[in-house]
């Protein structure tokens, strides 16, 4: 017995609009895959970073650890959700529903510092990335991360960095890399010991032909 199968041509290109929207579906399909990947990277991510954190040891400590106590972790959320809110040790211990003395303590043997002092070093580090990221005023920059006084400002910023914010910025800033006309650098010019922006002698010594006498030559 003979099976004769007859393939139908369908002529797409005679119909852009049917492409048109064909090439819309697609597109759009596409994204929606995307998205639920990401998602899904995102959760695997989040799942392997939950898992990891609770099965570290009781005695290791460190941010992981700190985060994962129920004190010490509700500490750090209120600290990094409201960096410019006037916190002080008496307000994030009533947050969290401790003595000042006892949040002292155990935020201290997580992370090997007190409250206090990890908001205000996190706030410098926030700044400092201002400072490279930005070009935004000192004075916003330090309201931003919850000083109300610029001279204050100045002065924690050079305790953390060894330098006031200005300085900071001009050291940290990336100067444009200029190229020669025939787009070689510097360095290949000097390597080889001539003037890359220059014409050779060969080429300054060449004389004009004028128009005319060039199949002569």
Do not use: C
Request: charged share 25%; proline share 6%.
């Amino acid at each position: 017995m003979q099976l004769i199968v007859t393939t139908a041509k369908i002529h797409l290109a005679d119909d852009p609009a049917v492409l048109g929207r064909i090439g819309m579906k697609i597109n759009d399909a596409y994204t929606v895959v995307f998205s639920i990947l990401a998602k899904l990277s995102e959760a695997l991510f989040v799942d392997t970073l939950r898992r990891y954190v609770a099965g570290l040891p009781e005695q290791q400590r460190g941010w992981l650890t700190g985060a994962r106590d129920p004190i010490v972790g509700r500490s750090l959320g209120l600290m990094h959700g409201r960096i410019a809110h006037p916190w002080t040790i008496a307000s994030l211990a009533d947050e969290v529903g401790i003595s000042r003395s006892a949040l002292v303590e155990r935020f201290t043997r997580y992370l090997s510092e007190p409250p206090m002092a990890y908001l205000t070093r996190w706030r410098l580090q926030l700044a400092a990335r201002s400072l490279e990221r930005t070009s935004r005023g000192v004075a916003e920059i330090a309201g931003d991360v919850g000083y109300e006084s610029e001279a204050a400002f100045n002065r924690a910023f050079k305790r953390e960095f060894g330098r006031p914010p200005g300085r900071y910025r001009s050291d940290h800033k990336v100067s444009p890399v200029t190229l020669p006309r025939n787009g070689r650098g510097q360095d290949e010019s000097a390597a080889s010991g001539t003037d890359m922006s220059r014409p050779s002698p060969a080429i300054r010594k060449k004389k004009r032909v004028p128009l005319g006498e060039e199949e002569a030559l």
